[in-house]
């Protein structure tokens, strides 16, 4: 079964990751549960919707956006937003911030990579006005709280494994399951995550490289990126 | 840093004007314009302009480079996310190789600016 439906040449990868994609953020992960990972993916949804906050407003201090029992920690909710409206505009300080307010390093990550991995398959969907993917029920499960024996903070703020390769392929190392996932994605839309610097020529589905390059440079460049 | 040494290897110059905005020409790139337009509607996410790139677009290179384009620009959505939202650094060999051009398409002011620190 499909996880779109569309007359638009979707290819079969690319429409099964996506499926791949939500079935991952129903189960339980290294940190959170199926629950709140499916919470955190609401959120972004929620996030992009919303009349646009300012980079330095919290949506835990509006009133009315978070209520009462609500399965995610203020912190995190407002991690989701800032990160889904304003990624240019995080600092070492604003990050040193959200671990102040008791979110565990490695817990920040897996929301990290969800929110990332939202962002892309929502905005895919959306461009081509498709039906976003459907949200299941959460899976049952708790988190195993597991870290790489030799995560720590090297390059990056947050904790990585030292497992080589480009400082982007290892930003999500601390939460090894969120880099297979990540990479997973990554590799129906563009390339898979270690052949990026390998290989600058091949043309690739459709695409030359260079019109891959081009699309790359200036989403980034949007999205204030300076990596 | 990927864009210049990809368009070393195709016949015409590739120029970096193009990521500064939809204006700019088309990078020597094939339909290069309408793929930053189309970059652009969909950060900007007003189904106007979405729509009418996305018409464009289908009509000059057709529905597998619409399909395709917009995966790509998904994708970066994502790893600037995972970039950003982790403090990932230039790696030091895209750091030395980009010192050129990266006052020219002006990155270098912004926040997410950061490098390896020197040992």
């Known amino acids: 079964m499909p996880t779109y439906t569309t007359e638009l040449p979707v290819r079969d990868e690319l429409d099964a990751a996506h499926g791949e994609a939500m079935a991952e953020w129903s189960r339980a992960g290294t940190w959170w549960t199926g629950t709140q990972r499916l919470a955190i993916v609401a959120e972004v949804r929620r996030a992009r919707d919303a009349d646009l906050l300012a980079p330095w407003e919290s949506p835990s201090t509006v009133d009315g956006l978070i209520f009462d029992g609500y399965p995610l920690p203020d912190a995190v909710v407002d991690v989701v937003w800032r990160l889904t409206n304003h990624p240019g505009t995080l600092t070492s300080e604003w990050h040193d911030s959200i671990l102040g307010r008791g979110v565990e390093a490695l817990a920040y990550v897996e929301v990290v990579s969800i929110v990332a991995q939202v962002n892309c398959v929502d905005r895919f969907a959306d461009a081509l006005e498709l039906d976003r993917v459907s949200m299941p029920e959460a899976e049952p499960g708790e988190p195993e709280g597991q870290a790489p024996a030799d995560a720590e903070v090297r390059l990056h703020w947050v904790p990585t494994a030292d497992i080589g390769g480009p400082n982007v392929w290892r930003a999500l190392s601390g939460v090894p399951s969120e880099l297979k996932a990540r990479s997973r994605l990554s590799t129906p839309h563009y390339l898979e995550g270690r052949a990026v610097f390998g290989d600058v020529v091949s043309d690739r589905f459709s695409l030359q490289r260079v019109q891959m390059e081009l699309i790359a440079a200036r989403t980034s460049k949007l999205n204030e990126c300076f990596y | ?119």
């Open chain 2, 1 to 119: 840093m990927l864009l210049g040494l990809s368009g070393l290897h195709q016949d015409g110059e590739v120029t970096f004007e193009a990521i500064a905005g939809s204006g700019n020409g088309d990078g020597g790139v094939r339909h290069g314009g309408l793929l930053v337009r189309l970059a652009e509607a969909m950060w900007e996410g007003e189904p106007g302009p979405l729509a009418a790139v996305r018409d464009e677009l289908l009509a000059a290179a057709g529905a597998d480079v619409l399909v395709d384009a917009v995966a790509v620009s998904a994708n970066f959505h994502m790893m600037t996310r995972v970039a950003d939202g982790t403090g990932t650094p230039l790696d030091p060999g895209t750091d030395a190789a980009s010192v050129n051009f990266r006052d020219e398409i002006k990155v270098n002011n912004l926040v997410s600016r950061r490098h390896v620190p020197a040992s």
